[in-house]
């Protein structure tokens, strides 16, 4: 693991989405959509910073290595919800797939989170949310990322 384990997602995207329409956990109903992605390494290579637009709303990812504890942290940022920083979710790569952890509150309720990155040409990132502290994990939003 190193401050290099993003350097595979520079560059601009083409982003294919498969979101659960609802809140997680109270709904079923898929929804796909196009977006695009830009990301870029900052702060010399030890972070990135990327930005997603979509047809209705635009985001924006920060991530940054610690090479003091070996982890990722990452930051999510949406026009969806003006002037919030969301918490951050820390983890780290293994054999190019990355797990990363966080808490936070959804729709009124405690939820952990977890983002999984799949590296490569075409990379693919997942979100699930556990409401029962991490026992079971509902997966509510993929990415499939191709490269402009």
């Known amino acids: ?33 196009e977006s695009e992605s830009d ?12 930005t997603i637009r979509a047809a209705d709303w635009e985001g924006m ?4 290595y610690d090479p003091a504890d070996d982890v990722w942290r990452i930051w999510w940022a949406s026009s969806r919800a003006p002037g919030k ?7 780290r790569f293994t054999d190019g797939h990355g797990v990363f952890f966080g808490d936070d509150v959804v729709g009124g309720h405690a939820v952990k989170l977890r983002f999984d ?4 040409e075409a990379p ?7 409401y029962d502290g991490g026992q079971t994990w509902e997966t509510n939003w993929v990415m499939r990322f191709e490269r402009l």
């Open 39 to 50: 990301a870029r390494p900052v702060l010399g290579g030890g972070a990135n910073i990327d």
């Open 61 to 64: 990812t920060l991530r940054q």
């Open 1 to 33: 693991m190193s401050e290099n384990d993003f350097d595979f997602f520079h560059g601009r995207w083409r982003v294919l989405n498969r979101k659960i329409a609802d809140i997680p956990g109270r709904g079923t109903e898929w929804v796909e959509f």
């Open 124 to 130: 693919e990132w997942r979100q699930a949310f556990s």
């Open 117 to 120: 990155w799949t590296a490569g």
């Open 85 to 91: 920083l969301d918490p951050p979710l820390e983890g």
